[in-house]
């Protein structure tokens, strides 16, 4: 037989532990279906499981508790070849339960191996997802209080196309293993052993036992016919590939020359369906097409379509660390809800800060310069009060001049779009 273990690092785990049983069943799957060491990862979760990548001579990845199959989906797409196998245990399959069902619904040609011990063994027996309701573990009641899963019906119902489950000491563990790598597509196989270190103090568990068990429950032996599909990396590669037109990258050259530039930092408070997002892109692309260094951030509510919206532009010639604002040049009050979110800002700015205040909205007492304006009597609608402001701060020559503006919005909008922004800007330089 040509093993695949790592003699320098042999399997070391609890007398009477079913893991080592499946340590060299999966050395077995290995040799039979004659594998090349250069091209098979294992991947490893934590706990007792996640030692299998130290036992064997292929390449692996040990990563953080229950994200095993995250990184060897990212393997298995980077190189479709690789054959990649992830141990896991039970503590990791709760823990990890979302990718569990992600890995099932995509179908990305990955073989599981979960090795059901029913516990924690590793950190002191406690309860995982798989301890029966009855059985006596490290936390209390717990588990008494909760259903284990049934990780092979969550599976099939997930979208699994292969799915298997036997004791970790069936005679035919090998071959089962080997069938499940062979899939084309997300195999599953759940193997349930016996923890002696901390599992079988305290609970009746025997190899008849466990044989008992997966007699009782529901019977997965390999291909599950209503999911199957194609693997989930051929369609994923054959879809990009009818994929002929692709967004192209916005490209924003230095066009303009402004003398003596300083640094600015504007403050744009609105609140949603203002398009205050809009606007802060516009002051960066205008800044951008001055030849200088922009950052923005924004602040808006998860619930998108109401409650404050607030961005926060800096443009410098120098590169810039980070992107708060310390002393802002330009503030634009839009709104009550913009303005209670930085309230603060007002008592702390210069007196040469321009602030621009919508006629309806008030603003705390501010020793800077501010500039009233009725958008209502110009007859502009709200949802243009944040593009009209940027014509205010150009006519005024606050952090950009027309030019600056006019290339800005050609380089943000579409032919359309833009004359219609054109006829916002135009009503506020002939006011």
């Not at 980077?78 to 069902?101: S, Y």
Request: aromatic share 6%.
């Amino acid at each position: 037989m040509n093993s695949f273990l790592n003699k320098s690092r042999p399997p070391v785990y609890c007398p009477g532990c079913t893991h080592e049983k499946i340590t060299t069943g999966l050395d077995k799957a290995f040799d039979t279906l004659n594998l090349k060491a250069d091209r098979t990862v294992i991947v490893t979760d934590i706990g007792c499981s996640g030692l299998f990548d130290t036992f064997f001579n292929v390449h692996a990845l040990h990563g953080i508790h229950g994200r095993a199959l995250t990184y060897a989906s990212g393997l298995k797409l980077a190189d479709p070849e690789l054959n990649v196998i992830v141990t896991m245990g039970d503590g990791g399959l709760g823990i990890g339960g979302a990718h569990v069902l992600a890995a099932c619904r995509r179908n990305l040609d990955l073989t599981l191996i979960v090795l059901n011990n029913f516990n924690f063994g590793m950190t002191g027996g406690q309860y995982s997802a798989t301890t029966p309701t009855d059985a006596v573990v490290g936390s209390e009641f717990l588990n008494q209080a909760e259903m284990p899963l049934d990780i092979c019906a969550i599976a099939q119902s997930a979208g699994a196309t292969y799915i298997d489950r036997c004791s970790g000491l069936d005679a035919d563990l090998p071959g089962k293993i080997a069938r499940a790598i062979e899939h084309k597509g997300f195999s599953i196989i759940e193997t349930l052993g016996m923890c002696t270190g901390r599992y079988t103090k305290r609970n009746l568990l025997t190899p008849k036992v466990i044989d008992q068990m997966v007699a009782d429950l529901p019977e997965h032996n390999g291909i599950v016919k209503k999911n199957q599909r194609p693997e989930y990396g051929e369609r994923y590669r054959a879809l990009a590939k009818e994929r002929n037109t692709f967004p192209e990258a916005v490209n924003i050259k230095k066009e303009i020359d402004v003398k003596e530039y300083q640094h600015q930092e504007v403050v744009i408070l609105g609140s949603a369906g203002m398009r205050i997002v809009t606007a802060g892109d516009i002051v960066c692309y205008a800044g951008i097409c001055a030849g200088m260094n922009v950052s923005m951030k924004n602040d808006y509510n998860i619930t998108v379509l109401r409650g404050q919206s607030v961005s926060e532009i800096l443009i410098s010639q120098e590169k810039i660390g980070y992107p708060g604002i310390e002393s802002p040049s330009v503030v634009l009050a839009l709104s009550d809800e913009g303005v209670q979110r930085r309230k603060k800002i007002f008592a702390t700015l210069k007196p040469d800060t321009f602030v621009l205040k919508e006629k309806s909205v008030a603003i705390p007492q501010t020793p800077a310069e501010v500039v009233e304006i009725d958008f209502k009597e110009l007859k502009i609608k709200k949802q243009d009060w944040a593009l009209a402001s940027l014509a205010v701060m150009a006519k005024n020559q606050k952090a950009m001049n027309t030019q600056m503006l006019t290339y800005a919005l050609k380089s943000r909008f579409n032919e359309k779009t833009y004359l219609l922004a054109m006829e916002t800007i135009e009503k506020i330089f002939q006011a």
